[in-house]
């Protein structure tokens, strides 16, 4: 779904103590985004304003036509039609929603029909996949560009850090949505993707809620900050 990165406040969890960041202070630190789940690209004009390279990762052909057009007057941002993954050139069945396919997922819904009722899977597709590592191994553009991991990939987030260990390594942030509950089948909870970067030396340093506060369930854009090599 579309989680803009803006001017947002974000608690920073230190023991019972909260603070505060903006999100934008994570672009001042960088020289350049890998957002998978482009959608649109929908977050390019904060990007252009920092001037960084992107590279925009999607799926869907639909929505990955239009970030094409939409990035005709962006030069520093490029987008590449893939489903990220932990598997290289297999083609994946892809879960198409209607809405815009924003919730369109390699993995099939499933808590997610409660959550969201109106949104439906209306067609399945088949989607390349390959690894971050291989991607850079095979075009040969320099991780040394990109500092900031986003992953915007509905249920598959922790497939594709699975996939990215050695890029890992290259990224100073990431910036993560993940929720406490299955919504796709399959789909790793939150408590398994940070226990996955803390094991590849990250710490969470703040939270976006995406679910409304009265709810029961949570999802969440989680940042961390590498620190260890």
Request: aromatic share 10%; charged share 25%.
């Amino acid at each position: 779904m579309d989680n803009s990165l803006g001017e947002l406040q974000l608690p920073l969890r230190v023991g019972k103590l909260e603070k505060k960041m903006v999100v934008n202070d994570l672009l001042d630190k960088v020289t350049g985004v890998i957002h998978v789940g482009a959608s649109e690209g929908q977050e390019r004009f904060v990007y252009a304003e920092h001037d960084l390279n992107v590279l925009w990762f999607e799926p869907l052909p639909s929505a990955f036509e239009k970030l094409q057009q939409n990035l005709i007057c962006f030069p520093k941002q490029r987008a590449h039609q893939y489903a990220v993954s932990n598997t290289d050139y297999a083609y994946l069945p892809f879960y198409v929603t209607d809405n815009e396919g924003q919730s369109s997922s390699i993995r099939e819904l499933q808590m997610h029909l409660e959550v969201w009722p109106d949104v439906h899977h209306v067609d399945t597709i088949q989607v390349l996949s390959i690894k971050l590592d291989t991607f850079f191994t095979i075009t040969g553009i320099f991780r040394e560009r990109f500092q900031l991991l986003v992953l915007d990939a509905q249920g598959s987030e922790l497939d594709i850090l699975k996939g990215a260990t050695d890029t890992l390594r290259y990224m100073k942030y990431a910036q993560i949505e993940m929720m406490d509950f299955e919504a796709y089948k399959g789909s790793a909870l939150a408590v398994d993707i940070i226990a996955f970067m803390e094991q590849n030396g990250f710490r969470e340093i703040g939270r976006e809620l995406l679910f409304p506060a009265e709810s029961a369930l949570r999802s969440d854009n989680v940042f961390f900050e590498r620190v260890a090599s």
